[in-house]
């Protein structure tokens, strides 16, 4: 029997490939694609996988030779090699990194694989996809439950994901109905080998429900019926290391590849959800719930002390509350700082037990008159309840530098009004401003109304794609010159549609001691925007103590 001569071979590292090698005389046969091998590359021992077979090589000249096989049986289905080319071109990384990024982290090193067979069906096309607009997020299991447990009981599985370890004790008991306690995981675990058992568990057939956060929407399940992505806008399901992504439209890439069924649940859904609901790519189910109202304190004609947060309408406000024995939610940005501001209340009402909670808190307090809270206080959303909630300063939230400043918005809105009885106050000095009225509309269409509309016009995603290219470095001077050398790169060989601006400091100029420079590459047509990315890498080459992230949106 004749076996193939050449492995095409990628790896976890920025350069596309694949890489050809020779299979060696007592290699041939053993070597699959899919599976993990051990060669030399860029002078050093490397992990790569095999991408694809040859019989011959199409790049004559001398070919380094492969040293060791490290999978009995492929790691990688072919529908995960599938998978991988779609997430390289939608995220902009390399189809190598984003193999990488599949696996476990027990399994990105040269450990051994000895696991089952695994083949995911590869489908002619995408499965459905829903939205579950829940705007309460009290009914959504209703819903979820009974389509969890049609898919199961048709001997298929499912994945749910959630954004962060808050959400378990909701998430873990609604789960433990459906399959007995052997046939689910959370496929968290507390270190890579215990990690990489439960995924082991799951790729094995065993385990048929599996949950998890943001990586488990790469979960081995066999026979992958239905991925529930719970809270889907959340930016916990934003990747921040390279290679970027979002979780929710990785899902939606594997769905297009494994032909599975997508539900996106929200009480406040994304942007790009709420486009392709109008482009009619995915399917709009409402569940209403009666929520309070919202209402304004206008601040144009009040002039406060510097330093100071309380106004003398929030003051009423918070008396009236006080007064009938009941609880009130102040919510602050974090830069506010809760101690300064619950110092302050402290001072105005001496009598009231007033309390603070942010991201540094190891409990929510048990008892507390007022409480002075951060975006921290959205872990307990399902649990806490108060009469009344005011948001000190909603002109920042909606106005930060960030395309997604006004949805950040809503959804903050939406949330805190999921957690009060009576009112939630903002308080605000455009109380005119019609765009911020649409916070309060009992018709949250036209919340995305405006906003696709203003996407639209200014040319932002959903309706472009925008690459952010981040250069950073210790030195500020080298990480300027690197983003305009990167910059004239890229320039000088745009295709049509694709512009580029020029660098700026980042939003975030210095994080962790590093300098960053971003610059933003923007047009309508996806190919063409990250074609054109990654053309300009072919040349570009970092400096030493210079990084370049990529991250499309």
Known sequence: MIFPSVAQVVFGLPVEGPFDYIIPDDLAGRVLAGARVLVRFAGKKRTGVVAGLLDQTAHPGRLSTLIKVLDDVPVFAPAFLKLAENFAARFGCTPGEALETFLPAYLRGAKAFAGASFDPHQAEGPGAVDLLFDRGQTRRWEVLVPRMAAVLGEGQGVIVLMPDAVRCHDVLPKLGALVPADARVLLAGSTPKEEYGRWLSVRSGKVRLAAGFLSAVFAPVKDLGLIVVLDEESVSYRHEQSPFFHAREAALERAAVEGCAVVCVSSAPSVEMWHRVEKKSARLTLLEEALPPVRFLDLTNFKMKKDTFISLGLRHHLEAVLKDKRRFLLYIQAARGVAGVAGEVRKIFPGANVAGYDRTSSAMPADFDILVATQAVFRHRAALKVAATAVLDIDWEFHKHDIQASHSAFALVQHLRQMTHDYVLLQTRNAAEPFLHTLASADCADFYRRELASRSEMGLPPFQTQVSLVVRSQDPALACAEAKRLYDILT?????????????????????????????????????????VKNAFKVFRAKKDTVVTVSVD
Do not use: N, T
Request: glycine fraction near 10%; charge should be negative; proline fraction near 7%.
């Open 492 to 532: 000088a060989a745009l295709p049509e549609g694709v512009m580029a601006l020029d660098p700026e400091e980042d939003r975030s100029a210095q994080v962790r001691g590093k300098f960053r420079y971003c610059l933003l590459v923007h047009g309508p047509d996806r190919a063409a925007v990250v074609g054109a």
